[in-house]
């Protein structure tokens, strides 16, 4: 089972992955890149440390350097920054850093995300503009310079991959700014993945569901947990190992699509 599975993710080793958003030890950035390294690839991560302090859940400090060090344990190389999507700079310094770094990167997973909850009451133009700033206009820019950057070589295959919210299978009331951005981000994947097939470049998005990563109080994931078939919430790695694969030579044949990896969560 073992040389199975090596032989499974081999064509990873010897790649670079860039991966946006890996703040925090139980976020779904930090367990992609885990899965990623465990695959033998190369990983640079992005993080904004005052974004984490801003949110409920917030950071130590020391997390990013934390997971950089668990990173490494798996054999890899890893380097790391702090970056604001937001700013029109990020793109080329990011790109530029990583390749400094470790050479031409061929895996981009788009994991930031900028939430704050907004509903119909007290979403302003403000708030409107940060979410796009960096759900929208970041990923996108981001995913373009990768693009611009990207050299196809016979032995090399692209992968985009970005993060959604599930915002096509129902409504999120309290959440109207993240939801009309996030879905902008579905609709940009389907369409960059016609742009860069010729490329040799996959573009595909993954939902993960509601999923634990520090957020939820008890009551509300007991709440969710009813609404999960399979008896629990999402974890990090669920995600994880779905973008893994997206991103290995297995996943060449998928491309466009949004994947809905959400433990068969029911709406109401």
């Known amino acids: 089972m073992g040389a199975r599975k090596l032989a499974f993710y081999s064509d990873l080793r010897g ?8 703040g925090r030890q139980k976020g779904i950035g930090a367990a992609i890149c885990y899965k990623l390294a465990e695959a033998g690839t ?3 991560f992005t993080y904004l440390t005052r974004y984490d302090h801003s949110m409920e859940w917030n950071v130590d400090d020391r997390e990013p350097e934390e997971i950089k060090r668990a990173i490494k344990k798996y054999g890899v190389r890893c380097f790391s920054m702090e970056a604001d999507l937001a700013e029109d700079t990020a793109p080329s310094s990011i790109l530029d850093m990583a390749e400094e770094e470790l050479g031409p990167v061929s895996i981009l997973v788009n994991n930031a995300a900028y ?3 907004n ?3 007290n979403l302003d133009f403000k708030e409107l503009d940060a979410h796009y700033a960096v759900n929208v206009r970041g990923t996108i820019m981001l995913s373009l310079e990768f693009v611009r950057r990207f050299e196809k070589a016979a032995a090399v295959q692209g992968r985009i991959i970005n993060l ?4 096509s299978r129902g409504p999120m009331p309290a959440e109207l700014a993240y939801a009309a951005t996030k879905g902008a981000v579905e609709a940009f994947t389907t369409s960059l993945s016609a742009g860069v097939a010729s490329k040799g470049i996959t573009v595909n998005a993954v939902n993960p569901g509601p999923t634990d990563t520090g957020w939820m109080a008890e009551p509300i994931k007991q709440q969710l947990i009813s609404k999960f078939p399979l008896g629990r919430t999402g974890q990090p790695e669920d995600a994880a190992r779905l973008i893994r694969f997206l991103a290995s030579e297995e996943a060449e044949w998928i491309t466009g699509q949004i994947i809905h990896s959400e433990g068969g969560f029911v709406r109401e």
């Open 115 to 117: 939430s704050t909850g």
């Open 164 to 167: 959604t919210s599930g915002q």
């Open 119 to 121: 509903n119909v009451e």
């Open 15 to 22: 790649k670079t992955a860039l991966i946006t958003g890996v």
């Open 42 to 44: 190369d990983i640079f």
